[in-house]
């Protein structure tokens, strides 16, 4: 068969089509998974104005070293299962826990002017297990999302800034979590 044959036009072409589309399918998949995580980020940070009242109503500081510190090891552990490379995802999960915090502090100062009635949902049987299961869904997202090539860039994170919706979140604890996720690597 010569290169000028009908039967290598059809194949380049049918080749070329199939192609571009299997690429646009895969550039929109990274864009919905992007858009997934970024919604899993929301609903994780959802729970911190709950996490306040309730210390707040059971007299418990907003800062627990302790236990962040076994946040921190149980997430990058899980993160590590999944295939995303262990030191890359700690900045990550420090700035989850100092953009709770600051939503903590933002709303138990609010709360001093402005009490509630509202009952919390309970921290160790609703909320800890809530947050320990959307911190594996976050890991599992941002593993599929770089491993079909997703790429963070300012695009992403206007739809990040806009996703997250907490009220006591600002600009900067947006920057804050953007930067430390787009430092974060397959292993």
Known sequence: MHNNSPLIHKVRYYVS???????????????????????????????MEDVALYKSNNNQAIEDKERELIVINNASLSAEKQGLNKESVLAFFRAQISAAKAIQYRYRADLLSKPTDKEPRNLDTVIRPALIKLGKDINIE????????????????????????????????????FNALIEIRLQ
């Open 142 to 177: 941002l593993t599929q999302y770089l491993r079909h090539g997703g790429v963070f860039s300012q695009q992403e994170f206007k739809v990040f800034e806009r996703t997250l919706n907490s009220r006591y979140l600002t600009r900067a604890d947006k920057e804050m979590l």
């Open 17 to 47: 089509n199939h192609l571009d589309l299997c690429c646009s399918h895969l550039v929109f998949f990274a864009a919905s998974t992007a858009q997934e995580l970024f919604s899993t980020i929301n609903l994780r940070l959802s729970y």
